[in-house]
């Protein structure tokens, strides 16, 4: 059975610096991964999409790296801002009985401080 | 509208009460889920609906019932709920292949209270 794991649960830094979050799976036999943000009691916004055959992606101030084999993707933002608050998910995409499902991690909390 | 619309937004009910939460895709997209996201769990996968048929059912119980009359619309429909279902409901929607996953996109969520 698939786990993903996001540590940390939460991080708050200063605006400007650049930060790192991280991602862990279980199962390195994924066909994606997806970087989401979540405001406070809304629903999910996709950030970035890595498909398995690839290491990086960028998006803007974004840049999603994935490492199949060690089980490991890294979210790293550039120039924080205070917009930037919101909790990460990563999820991992599989394939179950040739059903398409993504498996989610439990977030990390994010608090850019003015 | 565009994108994956969800109503009511906020939802309270009873134990006793039937209710459905609706979502909406202008996506053109064949594939739509339901999800559960209680506090401090990760997304629950719920269902699963692929070309209108239902291709997974996350082992849930049976006061949830899911309902796909076309590739645009998904219902769940809800009954004797008990207050642990008290949750964010979203729905997402993506275009299913061969290839690789689809990327999902979210709608908003319902926010639903059992008292």
Not at chain 1, 90 to 109: D, Q, S
Not at chain 2, 28 to 39: D, F
Not at chain 2, 106 to 114: E, H, K, M, S
Request: glycine share 8%; charged share 15%.
């Amino acid at each position: 059975k698939q786990e993903v794991t996001q540590i940390p649960a939460a991080l708050s830094v200063p605006e400007g610096e650049n930060l790192v979050l991280n991602c862990s799976f279980t199962d390195s036999a994924i066909y994606n991964l997806q970087w989401f943000r979540q405001d406070p009691g809304k629903g999910l916004t996709s950030l970035l999409l890595i498909q398995s055959s690839q290491r990086e992606q960028t998006s803007g101030r974004l840049n999603a790296s994935l490492d199949k084999s060690s089980g490991r993707s890294t979210l790293y933002i550039a120039a924080s801002q205070p917009g930037d608050s919101a909790t990460y998910l990563c999820a991992v995409g599989t394939l179950v009985f040739g059903n398409e499902k993504l498996t989610f991690g439990t977030g990390t909390r994010l608090t850019i401080i003015p | 509208e565009t994108g994956v619309t969800q109503t009511p937004r906020h939802l309270v009910m009873g134990m006793t009460n039937k209710k459905s939460l609706k979502c909406e895709q202008h996506l053109g997209h064949n594939a739509m889920y339901w999800y559960k996201q209680s506090a401090k769990k990760p997304l629950e996968l719920m269902f699963v609906y692929n070309f209108k048929e239902q291709t997974e059912n996350n082992s849930v119980p049976s006061r949830f019932s899911p309902e796909c009359p076309n590739s645009s619309h998904l219902f769940l429909h809800l009954h004797t709920l008990q207050p642990e279902d008290s949750a964010l409901y979203l729905c997402a929607s993506s275009q299913p292949s061969g290839g690789p996953i689809g990327e999902q996109f979210f709608g908003p969520g319902t926010r639903l209270t059992v008292l």
